[in-house]
């Protein structure tokens, strides 16, 4: 994709934004909606990754879709506040003794309709798009992001959401304007060490969205490296934070 057609995906992302962003606009006077706003969270954070993913050949390369992942993950945390979006950190929770497991559940639950509506937005809006990407986007099946061995692919996205999860714990007293950029520049420095073997995607809601076709192909693989590599680095990380790091910090 060359730089000038990049503007329809620049475009679908204002768009999708400011959708998610009206949706939680009529949600927010009712404070018992909270999972229907971590469902529309999901949505948008599902949805634009889903756009972006079609930039990744946008020069410079990788730089360019890098700086607009960063943008992106800034507009998402200044605008998802109070939002987990990710089963992992709502695991996190609950180990914590933040959220009860009922309570995880629906969250869960709310993710996971999230990031399937965002799935058949994302559709629904490429087939009705003029654009060659979004036509070969629409047409694509399993994109294979899986680029290394099963092993190694389960190691990183266990190695990345224990890295992300423990940063997240550690600058929960960070102000939230300065946290927010520093998640940001976390996250685009895990998508460039680790874009190009497993996508460096560490949520299994995210994941599930991206890529269900592989799923359905190849589900135990996927499983293993997209749901349960992350969720077992949330509990290692919930298990050494309680018993050491918390006292170190």
């Known amino acids: 994709m060359v730089l000038g057609g990049a503007w329809p995906s620049v475009l679908v992302l204002a768009g999708t934004v400011l959708l998610a962003g009206g949706g939680r606009r009529l949600v927010r006077p009712h404070p018992t909606h909270a999972l229907l706003l971590e469902a529309l969270g999901t949505f948008q954070v599902c949805a634009c990754t889903h756009e972006l993913r079609l930039l990744a050949d946008t020069p410079p390369q990788p730089y360019g879709v890098l700086g607009l992942a960063y943008v992106l993950t800034v507009l998402h945390g200044l605008t998802l506040v109070g939002c987990t979006c990710n089963p992992c950190g709502t695991l996190q ?4 003794g933040g ?5 995880g559940a629906l969250q869960l639950g709310a993710q996971v309709a999230g990031a399937g509506l965002a799935r058949a937005y994302m559709h629904s809006l490429w087939g ?9 986007a629409l047409a694509e099946g399993c994109a294979h992001p899986i680029r290394t061995t099963g092993t190694q692919a389960f190691c990183i996205e266990l190695l990345f959401s224990a890295v992300f999860q423990l940063t997240l714990l550690h600058i929960e007293s960070v102000r939230p304007r300065l946290r927010v950029h520093l998640v940001a520049l976390l996250i685009t420095l895990l998508v460039y060490g680790g874009g190009n073997l497993t996508g460096a995607i560490f949520n299994p809601a995210l994941a599930f969205s991206l890529h269900t076709n592989c799923f359905h192909e190849e589900f135990w693989e996927y499983s293993l490296v997209y749901w349960i590599a992350p969720l077992l680095g949330t509990v290692f990380v919930a298990i050494v934070w309680d018993e050491i790091l918390h006292l170190i910090f």
């Open 128 to 136: 009705s798009s003029s654009s060659v990407a979004h036509a070969r």
């Open 93 to 96: 929770h609950v180990l914590g």
């Open 99 to 103: 959220l009860t497991a009922r309570r």
